[in-house]
Antibody, heavy 115, light 108 residues
């Protein structure tokens, strides 16, 4: 059974970098795209971007200047970095498998941007 | 970027009633790559429909999707208590992937 689990700091200061990791179990990263999606409290879903296991990325233009993603196939993990965060980046961050029609999701992790 | 507009924002219905949710795209969705998700509080979204009309594994047949091009519909034939939730459409035919703003199906 495929499982995804997000991990990382729950509190980040304004102007700093948000860093999250998604650990995948029950399957290999190989052959798939891996996605980050976020949801501000009480609001809708926003696609952040995805990364292919080979390293090819595609980011939301609205975040492109601040986002980077990477994969670590040896650890079966992929990661998200978002720089220069503000309060508007406060959200639950989800990782998911695929480039659409996401069947497998992490449970989500709340990241709060506050000093 | 394809903008998805869902209607209505809120749907107030009773159990056993039929729910009809709409998702309209600002331009044609490539290959009808349109998905529907259900989300309950504190949970990750759950895939219901992909490719506009294909049910995901394990999804009851009371959920059905239809439409093509720019107009798509999710129908729940008879609402069960566990169906009261927020529903999102998403297009994955072009980049960036985009979601609709969501429709909340609430108990009347």
């Amino acid at each position: 059974q495929v499982q995804l689990q997000e991990s990382g700091p729950g509190l980040v200061k304004p102007s700093e970098t948000l860093s999250l990791t998604c650990t995948v179990s029950g399957d290999s990263l190989s052959g798939y795209y891996w996605t980050w999606i976020r949801q501000p409290p009480g609001k809708g879903l926003e696609w952040i971007g995805h990364i292919h296991y080979s390293g090819t990325t595609d980011y939301n233009p609205s975040l492109k200047s601040r986002v980077s993603m990477s994969v670590d196939t040896s650890k079966n993990q992929f990661s998200l970095k978002l720089t220069s965060v503000t309060a508007a980046d406060t959200a639950v961050y989800f990782c998911a498998r695929g480039s659409g029609r996401y069947v497998y999701w992490g449970q989500g992790t709340l990241v709060t941007v506050s000093s | 970027e394809i903008v998805l507009t869902q209607s209505p924002d809120t749907l107030s219905l009773s159990p056993e009633e039929r729910a009809t949710l709409s998702c309209r795209a600002s331009q044609s969705v490539s290959s009808n790559y349109l998905a529907w998700f259900q989300q309950k509080p504190g949970q990750a979204p759950r895939l219901l429909i992909y490719g506009a009309s294909s049910r995901a594994t394990g999804i009851p047949d009371r959920f059905s999707g239809s439409g093509s091009g720019t107009d798509f519909t999710l129908t729940i034939s008879r609402l069960e208590p566990e169906d009261f939730a927020v529903y999102y459409c998403q297009q994955y035919g072009s980049s960036p992937r985009t979601f609709g703003q969501g429709t909340k199906v609430e108990i009347k």
